[in-house]
């Protein structure tokens, strides 16, 4: 069973670091994007980025660029998205994602991570 | 304009057909895709490729796409439905990346 399971929800003050995680099984890993999306409270979907885990060619929307960071780890089959430095209105749920095809379609999402920044 | 743009809620009655639509220029050249989230849930991929259904989606749920407009129907909505639509496609100004449109409610009653 193709599986992603993400962190567990995040409470930090602004200016703080942070990193999550999204932890992928039942499929190769490495030959599949990643992506990841935002979605504020009560808000829609946004659409963040993608990932290639094999060489980690990575494309960030605009809104994005330069204020989150992807990663994976191929070695533990996982994700991340991190933030240097948080602000209040990164208060949200992230999802990680699998697409299906190069086209980006996500056929498998994680649970989402709550993520608070809150001083 | 580069947006995706949906009605933010639509409402149906339990058996009936409903339509959801997305409008954009960006649709004039790229198909949609259809996500479900039901409330505290994570997103579900309902329809890809204009009109090609995962599996295990039941296919009630079907794909349509003219011009700049894409369109998710459902025939014989069931309530558990009742959830939020959001289309998703290529972002014209930003090629390849992708954006998702505002989410449509919809409310089965």
């Known amino acids: 069973e193709v599986q992603l399971v993400q962190s567990g929800a995040e409470a930090e003050r602004p200016g703080a670091s942070l990193k999550i995680s999204c932890k992928a099984s039942?499929?190769?890993?490495?030959?599949?994007?990643i992506g990841w999306v935002r979605q504020m409270p009560g808000k829609g979907l946004e659409w963040m980025g993608v990932?290639?885990?094999?060489?980690?060619?990575?494309k960030y929307s605009p809104s994005f660029q330069g204020q989150v960071t992807f990663s994976v780890d191929k070695s533990i089959n996982t994700a991340y998205l991190q933030w240097g430095s948080l602000r209040a209105s990164d208060s949200a749920t992230y999802f990680c994602?699998?697409?299906?095809?190069?086209?980006?379609?996500?056929?498998?999402w994680g649970q989402g991570t709550p993520v608070t920044v809150s001083s | 304009s580069s947006d995706l743009t949906q009605d933010p809620a639509v409402s149906v009655a339990l058996g009936q057909t409903v339509t959801i639509t997305c409008q954009g220029d960006?649709?004039?050249?790229?198909?949609a895709t259809w996500y479900q989230q039901r409330p505290g849930q994570a997103p579900i991929l309902v329809i890809y490729?204009?009109?090609k259904r995962p599996s295990g989606i039941p296919d009630r749920f079907s794909g349509s796409h003219s011009g700049d407009t894409a369109s998710l129907t459902i025939t014989g909505t069931q309530a558990e439905d009742e959830a939020d639509y959001y289309c998703?496609?290529?972002?014209?100004?930003?090629?390849?990346?992708?954006?998702f449109g505002g989410g449509t409610r919809l409310t089965v009653l």
């Open positions: 994602a699998r697409s299906m095809n190069s086209a980006w379609d996500f056929d498998t």
């Open positions: 039942g499929y190769n890993f490495p030959n599949y994007w």
């Open positions: 990932i290639y885990p094999d060489d980690s060619d990575t």
């Open positions: 960006s649709l004039r050249s790229h198909y």
């Open positions: 490729n204009m009109n």
């Open positions: 998703n496609s290529r972002d014209s100004a930003n090629y390849p990346l992708r954006m």
